[in-house]
């Protein structure tokens, strides 16, 4: 009966029809994908499945307004589509190596199609597999795995590099970790330190744009423990390579990519290199000259203010005789750039916050950065294979009269080594030097050829030899790539790191670790350590409680004072009442970001000084990311959060929807346009006279002693009911806020109350700026001296607040009536304006609650859908999930629900707001229609604490995601490796929040 229902609701296939409001239609909108697409062109696009059958699992989507081959396609579109198939199972067998490869292709839901638009299956077949595998309709989908970026991205990079270039030109390479892009940059130091050369990186905050720059800066000197700081307050740091204490015996002119200044060794120099191994084109792609000095750049502080970047150096000099490496080359002045000949630009994918590897793609730099005619500036973007097509709306599509060229198909894959063997090599010649973007172009080429699938090596002779190395650190054996030959992937992983936390990384057992949290982003300064199970072994917090409020508001100045002032003694009492020395712990985890930069600073300033004195790896947190791993923390919550989970986090400061699939992996469903609800909560609290900070719980008590019909007393409008968002996930507490401070405002006049008075603070810099009270600003009535008297009162008497007094004589019992009256009027207009604060409070979080429920409510329906289709018909958005009785605690049943594949675990409410009560109820209520747990932390752990911060630090140090510990300058300081991100995107933002009006006004960056 359940079949013929299903079968009687599956529309035939010639009824299905093209949907461009797909999940496909997200890859192209998406500009900050975690895996990004494989190629992007005009008819077609191409990207990895999400949960593939087979290591390899390629979709190919035809951009055409199509859902099935029974549609009618232009002849154009098909041929074109035709090629492209061709190219991309090529391409996906030269880099699985598979036996096979099965093109699959559904049509109509009847055959097990769940995207309305037309695609293609390519998936490989390996030899230990039966030659009989079912279609991919009766692949459970609970079976298949969703995949990941540390796998995807190497295969990605090598698909790119053997497809045809003009599918993906450049050359693409997978850095899985901090050593990979330090490696790159020795590579690009190697091939590209000829004078005038310009490398222009560009990526997201936290991407690795300066740990390439790092390596390329340490192979240039070939020192590998130079520290090389970003320059992101100092603009511009310039390196020279000192040979002043050169050993003479060494001839530097054998010196392969080093020239005279001996920086890189050729193979001729190294006996024990094969003779097959001399003079490799990497080697011979930079002439014996080399540049002096190398530049390392970053505007990006500058803002608007940027032009001031052309005043630092001599660009001319710079551009022609000297290698820069600039970071954020689109916010570097129009009038530098258009001064760059030849280069590279690299691109950089990911986010700081991403637990993945980076996918770092090459191509010559061109004109790319170079100002426009009639404009300034031209703001760079990508060439590589994600650059959009201008073609991509249907409606142009249907437009389309002709067919543009398509490449050639290429020929059948060659061997092993991932090359077509129709692809034009274009070898790099003996001797030939990078002179222009055409020699950059056969470096590139010949990477791709040669290096499809790893990062190219680097020769690089570290300053000094081995014994150098080793005695500048003071660990024997630490440093495996000093004073040798390296390759790709070999780097002094734990040069600065002590033995003994270098061995318990190396350890299986993670249980063990302990980890120091440490926060400071905003108003609180806490610190916990945890041990690497999940046992709290201490927290502390120094609460700044009572000292913002003369300010009616956190002011960051006096918070950083507060920080610096509690810091040593809040982190010795949380190791004291840990019981662990500093040098016995395994990590030190600090919140780099968002919040206040004076605040963020004293937290990341003190941590790294602890990881420098200690030798332990330093994990900068992010702060939102760290609310949402405090719910799973095993040791203080029932049931700890799993991946994926929908995250509402609610705060102060922030006001977000984000899908976490992982540690690092998360995507913004829906943010704040304007104010936070947290925010919102305060300053209505303050608006109704509460002066603690925050005032937000506050009101919540007052809105408990409402009246029942409060709502309905003081109605209030839902946000964004009408307009462009109306329909999107995001956030808008600012109109909400308005009517409610109205109604408060309008209130007090109504009743004759006063205004409420300034804060303390601000009030005595009112004072001082020259502000008076006024006559009757202490109640005194002023009566005019020539009325006429009371009848048997002599004239000439004045009325006093104090009593009536004519000629001097004072009536005490008028005087007293009239005090009594004015009391009692007083206070009956207080008491109704508390009642009514009450209820407009309570309308308020009534309001503010369903708003939160509609949103959520939202998402939830968006990733039910997206997961319908990514995984085909085993979920429908009518059925709900399954729930079955697992057994009874002391509050009642707790349940287990049997998850629906590729749909949310849960729905996690966390921040400071997510210990309202309204707030947890209404959100369990959401969560219950979708067949879901509401999961929350513990009420005193929902507000900033050290707690999270250490837990995240575990979670990230298990996934290897830390940072060496920083090595004090010669004044004994860290200060230039203090990084603080103020406004931290948390991932990529949905692109169904973004497409409509508005999207400049979304604060995706906070």
Known sequence: MAQTSLAAAVPPVTAYRYNGKNVFS????????????VYDSQYTFAALDKYPIARGHALLIVKYPAATLLDSL??????ATMEDLQALVRAVQCATGCAGIRVMQANGPAAGQSVPQLHFHIIPVYEHESSSTALITSVAPTQRAQLSAADAGPLLAHIRNVLP??????????????SDMEALGWAFQQACSIPGTVIALSGHLGAGKSTISRGFVRAFVRDPLLEVPSPTFLLC??????????DKTVDVSTAGSGGAEGVGMSAAADPAVPPEEEASPAATVASAERARCVHHMDPYRLGQKSDKMAGLIDFETAFRREVCLIEWPDKMPGSVMAMAERGLAVDVSGMGAQASGRLVTLTPLGDRFKPQLGKGRKAGKSGGANSKSSATDPKQQQQLQEQQPQPEPAAPCAGTSGNFAGEPTSPISEGTRVDNDVGYAQLLLHWRQQYPATIPPAEVMWRGGMEAAEASRGDAGAYALAGHRTGAVTTAASRNINPAVAAALDAADSSQWLVLGIESSCDDTAAAVVRGDGTVLSHQIASQTGLHEQYGGVKPDVARQAHAAAIQSTVDSALQQAGVEPGALTAVAVTAGP???LCLQVGVQYGLNLAAHHGLPYIPVHHMEAHAMMTRLPSINTNPMEFPSLLLLVSGGHNMLVLCEGVGRHRIIGTTLDDSVGECFDKIARVAGITAVPGGPHLERLAASARPDAHVRYPLTLPLSNGAQKDSC?????GLKTQVMTLISQKRKELGLPDLPLPPALAAVAAAAGGSAGPNEAGDVAMDTDAAPPEGAAKGGEVAGAGLTWNGQVDEAAGSALREEAAARQAAAEAEFSAAVADIAASFQRTAVRFLQQRTRRALEWLREDAAQQLGSAITATEPAEVVEKEEDGTGSRQE????????RSLVVAGGVAANTAVRTGLSEVAAEFGLPCVYPPVRYCTDNGLMVAWTGVERLKMGLYQQPPRKGADGSIDAHVQVIPRWPI????????????????????
Do not use: C
């Open 237 to 246: 740091l310039s390196y020279q390579d000192d040979t002043a204490y050169e």
């Open 26 to 37: 997200l890859l192209l909108q998406s500009d900050a994908l975690e895996i990004p697409l």
């Open 730 to 734: 995001n956030f808008s507490f600012s």
């Open 897 to 904: 629900r049997r998850q629906q594949a590729g749909f949310v």
């Open 987 to 1006: 991932g990529p933002m949905d692109p169904r929040s973004t497409a409509n009006k508005g999207r400049a006004h979304i604060k995706i960056l906070h």
């Open 165 to 178: 270039e003009s599918y993906a030109p450049g050359y693409h390479v997978w850095a899985a970790n901090e």
């Open 595 to 597: 919040g206040l930069a």
């Open 74 to 79: 232009p002849p154009m579109v098909a041929q």
